[in-house]
């Protein structure tokens, strides 16, 4: 039996957001690749159209995010839930001002790098820190989701910038972004790079790969992809995202009776 000794305090057991672990990485990365081609899905095989996919997914990310603020500790399903909504949001923002606005790629790159630049500097002006080890007040919760929105959409720009604009092809974006972020877990364990700065330049790299990779098997052979197709390709991560979520509720109702159990001694 595990002892009842906590390693973690207070601030821990109230945090919003998942322990950073590799499924969280890997559920992540699933996320965005839904978030890629949920919103072709939408928009062309249930031809919804670029304006009423986006209302229609700002209503339910709305939902989702109210729900997971009101929310008093962290639930998988509701903070998946939220990220998935906020990838296919991120996603129809860029392309919004990129298809209907005619704004250029390398513009909406720079745009979203400045306003995700700015929420830090305003997140940390305000907490004096921007650890996701500590989201257990609403005016950081407000702040950690305003930067993940903005990852989002930087992150589909700047994946759209290298894999359509620099004619790239989706499977070597997804290769050179997939490098990067090695870079970035080597940074971390062999040079003892900043936790918090490697953890968000991770988390906005992630989103280009997870696009590369769905788009890669979801566009036809003639765009440089498998041809899979956007149904197929979004069913088979939402499954993956789906078990994780079940895995990660079981594990919380576990580590939730183990505590009552300490707590009763």
Not at 72 to 92: D, F, Q, R
Request: glycine letters at 8%.
């Amino acid at each position: 039996m595990k002892s009842c000794t906590s390693t973690s305090g207070l601030p821990q057991l109230l945090n919003k957001v998942p322990e950073v672990t590799l499924l969280f990485w890997i559920v992540k990365i699933m996320a965005t690749t839904v978030g890629e081609t949920g919103a072709d899905f939408l928009i062309f095989k249930l031809k919804f159209g670029l304006a009423t996919t986006s209302y229609l997914s700002s209503v339910f990310l709305l939902v989702a995010l109210v729900i997971q603020i009101i929310s008093k500790k962290y639930v998988p399903w509701i903070y998946w839930l939220t990220v998935v909504m906020i990838s296919i949001v991120g996603t129809l923002i860029t392309d919004n001002l990129t298809d209907n606005y005619g704004v250029r790629l390398e513009t909406t790159t720079i745009i979203f790098s400045l306003a995700l630049i700015a929420t830090f500097a305003f997140w940390y002006m305000s907490q004096k820190t921007l650890s996701i080890h500590t989201i257990y007040t609403l005016k950081r919760e407000l702040y950690y989701w305003a930067a993940i929105l903005f990852t989002f959409a930087l992150g589909t720009a700047a994946g759209d910038l290298v894999s359509e604009g620099w004619h790239l092809g989706y499977a070597l974006s997804g290769v050179l972004f997939a490098v990067l972020i090695g870079m970035v877990v080597i940074s971390y364990y062999f040079f003892k790079a900043n936790v918090v700065l490697t953890f968000w330049i991770a988390y906005i790299l992630t989103r280009p790969l997870g696009a590369s990779l769905g788009d890669y098997l979801s566009q036809r052979h003639s765009h440089g992809g498998l041809g899979l197709g956007t149904t197929k390709t979004s069913i088979a991560f939402l499954i993956i995202i789906v078990g994780s979520v079940v895995y990660w509720s079981i594990s919380n109702k576990t580590i939730k009776a183990e505590q009552q159990v300490c707590q009763g001694r």
